[in-house]
């Protein structure tokens, strides 16, 4: 299934590159004829579309190449997402993490205190995360934190201080939707009978969240990590050029706006596919937790 | 012995002339006998009607929607009307602006070079010129600065900053017999500016210069002072146009951005998610309901469309088809039908199976009346929900599309594009920023609310609660 | 003496596919007869076929093959819409689960005129008449006409059920199950409004249920299922008094009564094993895993339905054997 997806996503891609009337090479008046000649001939630009197509297909699948960014010359587009891959998927991992963390945390006592302060309080917190868009978050977390108290850094990318202000912006959102999510997956816990049953077992209070509230209330959730991790990797593009990371995103946005064919091409494959990699990851993981589903 | 309310003192004793007996008929007991009779719908509105978060959020959208109907008809200017004279405005209700004569001619001031016969080759930067100082009263519309003459040197130049700390812009530079210029580039109201003037020579430019502190009057072109008022007169004072939410980096008026940018942003905010819906609806609802291998099939596809990176594909199909509202929509619709096509399909699913179904067939009901009034009643709970939803993420998603520069095109306005807009001045001009931001948060807020909201009364479990 | 059969069944059966070779045989090669105002009791454990049977009489299911003759016209084919129409003038189904069978979103008076909409049956003048009248029938009261089903228990709306089912005056009533979600209480009242109204009307019932001490109260004949096949067919008096069949025997032994001392002295004939699965099931009687009395000949081949001197139609082949 999954590489099926793929597949249609690269040949999907391919077409609608090609849609656009005009050779990409044309727009480069810098070039000299001699390499636009070159480069025309390694890409086949000059060939019929299918066999385009087909060695398009070959040399991403069978050789990992992605081909050569056509704006900034012989620079291979591998190259690219190898040498920026690390900020990109650092800062995805820590804001997912937190996320994560944070999300489930704040669900749990939410749920646990139902009404209660601590539940309106996380409530309110959950849906303006869901309701703020990370750029303005951003921009927001920026002025406050970096111009105004001066304790984190504005932007660049080096330490861990740098990459707190982004994290969060990112991940506030799925923190948000987690939190929601946990709360609600807790309450309905609550009331099947299982968890009257261990009560009337006499485990303590504590031995029955965490055994059986927690436990039971993850599972619904766990299947939203895919296309929460979705959220974050294309979150990332805003952020990254806010915050002056030189990771992934800031390049993908910038191919868009150049029409940097090979490029978007390149990374947009490379995005689909490891974001199908994460839903297969996510779904092998559902199974080793939820004996349920290992049956099936 | 338990005391109950009824015996609280022990000496109640009902009798039986107390009690009379009641017939079914009885009109006046319906509403003391039993709850009213209230239909779903009814009951789920009520409900709803208590939540007061919901109803504010939908009173929101309502006043938004109208506030972006009529204020732009009723402000007389265009949300891409630019004042370039009047940019990075603070909120006011019109400013007095002096209108100028519009006849001002600059006459560059020239003096005789005194070469001196004597005097050794200069060997270093050139003395600053001394006594810099404005000529007349300095306007926005231009100011004009005179200084004292320095001899044997290449020429003047002018540096101009709105802080003391830098040095500043080099204006432009003036030849060595000149001893006057004057500055009419983009000058704005309200701001301090310092004026640095050196000489230079093949050394450099002369240190230890003075900081010449202007501060020009807000000042206007005759002509542009008609395009406000038609009789205005120069040398008089009139009001700008009042700019209730002030003006962004071309002058535009931020108020008529925002909202004609609330009318983009809604419309894409109903408009994809009502028509991927709507083909959700279909699709999912032909799928449930004839169940087998159609509905294997037609799953299977939206498993494909569904996993692909939704984002992605809209920025593909934007940079191919363009930018613009309708290939906005388009794109849109075309990524998140699946989702909304997954979720009814479910909900056909599980009241096909209902036994109502089964007994409206049994009963001689036609496939049609079937849907209309079996299925979709039922379904349009979940769809309603999904509804309001939606529409955030809409408008959450043409935002962050402007933002990186794809989205809607110029002169057309959105939230997304003013809020781009603001974060290039945020530092100097935060309200730029600040109100399409807050503009965009609390609508997906109250979207979210009263989504939340009717998600909550739509739910029989909570049926009667309170 | 007999009255003519209202329905014919012959040999009807009803697969339902689960994999490329693999087939739920649900009713598997059935032959009786429905007769006209009798009451006909349906009985056998969850999962034995019964209400697939009662549904593939009323047509919501296809049959995979076989014949079922109603009032001598063959419907086994699918109906087109305008057969549909007239058949559910003639046939109508009672369902089981009050809760689910009633559209929470349709007023009461709807739902009971949803058939005679359907069909064109009332007048527009003649519709809140009707409906007021079937309300009355039932137990109801004409008031409740616009109220909505969730404003009513369970014993009433299996009321709104059956009135709903009857408004289209039908010949033949399905019963799936009516009481079987209703409180002991209740179904007293149910079943006794069933029984006046078939009286009234010359109704025809089958009557399906798994309540057998209220099933040999109602019927006149019963038939007790097992795993997709009929069993043991007979008056109710004689398979509730005089059960032939080993798995009869077995249900009515395990049914209790309300008499201590009779319980204590009772022998039960229990019977080993779980209920077998009715997916791609072996050849030879369907019984034969868990029979006290099981043979050889019980492994590899089907019995044949067997009449005993009494009327009883019994299929075993320790009946077979004896001829």
Redo the contacts between chains.
């Keep these: 299934m999954a590489v099926v997806t793929l597949y249609l996503v690269a040949t999907a891609t391919f077409i609608l590159m090609h849609a656009v009337p005009g050779n990409p090479l044309q727009q480069e008046k810098a070039m000299s004829a001699v390499i636009r000649q070159n480069l025309e001939e390694k890409y086949g630009l000059n060939k019929p579309l299918l066999q385009q197509y087909t060695t398009y297909m070959s040399n991403m699948f069978l050789k990992a190449d992605f081909g050569i960014s056509f704006k900034q010359v012989n620079r291979p587009v591998n190259k690219i997402i190898a040498e920026h891959f690390m900020p990109s998927a650092t800062l995805g991992v820590m804001a997912l993490f937190g996320a994560l963390v944070f999300g489930v945390i704040l669900g749990v006592f939410a749920a646990l205190n139902r009404n209660g302060i601590p539940d309106m309080f996380a409530m309110v917190l959950a849906v303006l995360g869901v309701s703020i868009p990370s750029f303005c978050l951003a921009y927001f977390l920026q002025h406050i934190f970096a111009l105004q108290l001066g304790i984190l850094p504005v932007g660049g990318w080096g330490g861990f201080a740098e990459t707190l202000l982004p994290a969060m912006s990112l991940g506030m959102i799925v923190m948000a939707s987690m939190a929601r999510l946990m709360r609600s997956s807790m309450l309905e816990v609550v009331q099947q009978d299982y968890m009257k049953t261990a009560k009337a077992k006499g485990l303590s209070r504590l031995q029955i969240i965490l055994k059986h509230q927690i436990r039971n209330a993850v599972l619904p959730v766990m299947i939203y990590f895919g296309p929460l991790f979705a959220t974050i990797t294309t979150g990332s593009f805003v952020i990254e050029s806010i915050f002056g990371i030189p990771g992934l995103g800031q390049f993908f946005v910038n191919a868009v706006n150049e029409l940097d064919y090979t490029v978007i091409m390149g990374l947009t494959v490379f995005y689909s596919g490891f974001t199908i990699l994460i839903i297969l990851v996510n779904d092998l993981l559902l199974a080793v937790v939820d004996p349920r589903i290992r049956l099936a | 012995m338990n005391k109950t309310a009824a015996q609280n003192d022990g000496n109640f004793n009902p009798s039986p002339d107390l009690f009379v007996p009641v017939s079914i008929d009885d009109q006046s007991l319906d509403g003391i006998l039993g709850r009213p009779s209230i239909s779903y719908w009814q009951d789920a509105w009520m409900r709803l009607r208590r939540n007061k978060t919901a109803i504010v959020s939908a009173l929101y959208i309502v006043v938004l929607s109208l506030c972006a109907i009529i204020i732009p008809m009723s402000l007389d200017y265009s949300h891409d009307q630019q004042e370039i004279w009047n940019k990075h405005s603070p909120p006011s209700f019109g400013e007095d602006v002096y209108v100028d004569s519009g006849d001002y001619v600059f006459q560059p001031k020239t003096t005789e070079q005194v070469i001196d016969e004597s005097a050794e080759a200069a060997i270093d930067v050139p003395a600053s010129p001394k006594n810099v100082r404005v000529v007349g009263e300095p306007r926005t519309t231009g100011i004009e600065i005179e200084w004292d003459q320095v001899s044997g040197i290449d020429g003047y130049r002018v540096y101009r900053s709105i802080s003391t700390d830098t040095l500043g812009i080099p204006l432009d530079d003036v030849p060595a017999d000149r001893i006057n210029y004057f500055d009419t580039s983009s000058l704005s109201k309200g701001v301090t500016y310092y004026y640095v003037i050196t000489a230079f020579n093949m050394f450099g430019d002369s240190m230890d210069t003075e900081i010449l502190t202007v501060k020009p009057r807000f000042a206007i072109q005759p002509d542009v002072a008609r395009a406000i008022d038609p009789n205005a007169q120069p040398g008089s004072i009139i009001k700008t146009k009042a700019h209730y939410l002030g003006t962004d980096y071309l002058g535009r008026d931020m108020l008529a951005r925002i909202m004609i940018g609330a009318r983009v942003s809604l419309f894409i905010g109903f408009a994809a998610p009502i028509l991927y819906i709507l083909f959700g609806i279909i699709y999912g609802s032909v799928s449930g309901y004839f169940g087998g291998l159609v509905d294997d099939l037609m799953m299977r596809i939206t498993d494909i469309v569904a996993t692909v990176p939704e984002l992605l594909v809209i920025i593909i199909l934007q940079v191919v088809l363009g930018n613009g509202v309708t290939t906005l929509i388009i794109a849109l619709v075309a990524v998140s039908w699946a989702r909304s096509a997954r979720q009814i399909r479910g909900e056909v699913l599980r009241l096909r199976e209902m036994e109502f179904v089964h007994a409206a067939k049994v009963l001689g009901t036609g496939f049609f009346t079937i849907v209309a009034r079996h299925l979709l009643p039922n379904v349009m709970g979940t769809v309603l929900v999904l509804l309001t939803l939606a529409v955030p993420s809409a408008i959450f998603t043409e935002a962050f599309l402007s933002f990186i520069g794809l989205g809607i095109e110029p002169p057309m306005t959105s939230w997304g594009i003013v809020t781009k807009e603001g974060a290039a001045v945020f530092v100097t001009y935060p309200l730029e920023l600040l109100i399409p931001s807050l503009m965009i948060c609390l609508t997906m807020l109250a979207f979210n609310l009263l989504g939340d909201g009717l998600r909550d009364a739509l739910d029989p479990k909570l049926r009667g609660a309170k | 003496m007999r009255n003519k059969p209202i329905v014919k069944v012959q040999n009807l059966t009803k697969k339902f596919r689960l994999g490329r070779k693999v087939f739920l045989h649900a009713v598997d090669d059935l032959s009786f007869e429905i007769n006209e105002t009798e009451i006909l009791g349906l009985v056998g454990e969850s999962g034995c076929g019964k209400s697939t049977l009662g549904r593939l009489i ?1 047509k ?1 299911h296809e049959p995979t093959s076989g014949k079922i003759d109603f009032n001598g016209t063959d419907v086994s084919h699918k109906l087109s ?1 305008a057969e ?2 007239k ?3 003639d046939v ?2 009672i ?3 009050p809760y ?8 009461v008076k709807d739902i009971i005129a ?2 005679p909409d ?2 064109g049956l009332w007048k527009s003048e003649e519709r809140e008449k009707k409906v007021a009248f079937w309300l009355e029938r039932v137990g109801l ?1 004409a ?1 409740h006409a ?3 089903p ?2 009513f228990s369970g014993g009433q709306r299996q009321r709104i ?1 059956i009135a ?1 089912a009857l408004a ?1 005056e039908p010949r033949l009533v399905i019963c799936d199950e009516p009481i079987s979600a209703l409180d002991v209480s209740v179904q007293a009242q149910i079943v006794n409004l069933l029984k006046e109204l078939q009286r009234e009307r010359d109704l025809t019932y089958l009557f399906i249920a798994h309540d057998l001490s209220m099933v040999r109260i109602i019927c006149d004949r019963m038939a007790v299922m097992y795993l997709g096949k009929i069993v043991e067919l007979g008056t109710s008096a004689q398979v509730y008094d005089n059960p032939q069949h080993p798995y009869t025997k077995a249900l009515v032994s395990s049914n209790p009564i309300p008499d201590p001392e009779f319980e204590q002295k009772r022998t039960r004939s229990l019977i080993q094993g779980e209920i077998g699965s009715p997916v791609n099931p072996k050849p030879g009687c369907r019984f034969a895993p868990r029979c006290p009395h099981v043979m050889d000949i019980c492994r590899t081949t089907d019995p044949v339905d067997t009449k005993t001197e009494a009327g009883q139609v019994v299929a075993c082949h320790l009946f077979s054997q004896k001829k």
């Design positions: 009323i919501l819409m549909r129409r058949f559910s003038r109508q189904l369902f089981q689960d689910s069978s009633l559209n929470p979103r349709m007023t949803e058939g359907s069909c009261h008031s616009s109220r909505y969730h404003e059920g709903r289209l």
